[in-house]
T-cell receptor, first 115, second 111 residues
């Protein structure tokens, strides 16, 4: 069975540009969450979606947005990129309504570099 | 913001030795989970311990939880070079659906 897949694996963007990151959860999983991991730190929660509805949002500016599609895949969009948005973006899926109470399965991440 | 802190931030041991990592957190939790991350890539779930449990084992891993002290420890016995990675604790609390991660312990196992 395929695990959580994320695309692209690496991305270089210029300040002010917009970026879209994609995630496909494990088959049967309806919950997808996005995390940002800056070098040397632990992942920080950005969004959680369950059954195509936003169920949680972390402390990130409105430049960050996401959505979940009928097939439970998800996209994370970041507008007006800043140098500080450079990070590893991780997608996690779980079978239940949130990762907080069950095992979460993470993708390999998208490494975003803003120059 | 980070929920808590892992201690130590970095740990270097020889193969065959045991490695102990500690995690402290701040709020009431439903459970605490440990994850491993190799070379800045995806996280791999290791073990979940619920707030009403005090100790849990999985293979060479032993996790303890002390809710009165808001702390947890991860013990890896008979370490191997392949255990070299960063280890994160993550808490799930009653108010959030997402995990809150600590800052991690970087473990280096020398062959």
């Amino acid at each position: 069975d395929a695990g959580v897949t994320q695309s692209p694996t690496h991305l270089i963007k210029t300040r002010g540009q917009q970026v879209t990151l994609r995630c496909s959860p494990i088959s049967g999983h309806k919950s997808v969450s996005w995390y940002q991991q800056v070098l040397g730190q632990g992942p920080q929660f950005i969004f959680q979606y369950y059954e195509k509805e936003e169920r949680g949002r972390g402390n990130f500016p409105d430049r960050f947005s996401a959505r979940q599609f009928p097939n439970y895949s998800s996209e994370l969009n970041v507008n007006a990129l800043l140098l500080g948005d450079s990070a590893l973006y991780l997608c996690a899926s779980s079978a239940g309504g949130g990762q907080a109470n069950t095992e979460a399965f993470f993708g390999q991440g998208t490494r975003l570099t803003v120059v | 913001s980070q929920q808590g802190e892992e201690d130590p931030q970095a740990l270097s041991i020889q193969e065959g030795e045991n490695a102990t990592m500690n995690c402290s957190y701040k709020t009431s939790i439903n459970n605490l989970q440990w994850y491993r991350q190799n070379s800045g890539r995806g996280l791999v779930h290791l073990i979940l311990i619920r707030s009403n449990e005090r100790e849990k084992h999985s293979g060479r891993l032993r996790v303890t939880l002390d809710t009165s002290k808001k702390s947890s420890s991860l013990l890896i016995t008979a370490s191997r070079a392949a255990d070299t990675a960063s280890y994160f604790c993550a808490t799930g609390d009653t108010g959030r659906r997402a995990l809150t991660f600590g800052s991690g312990t970087r473990l280096q196992v020398q062959p």
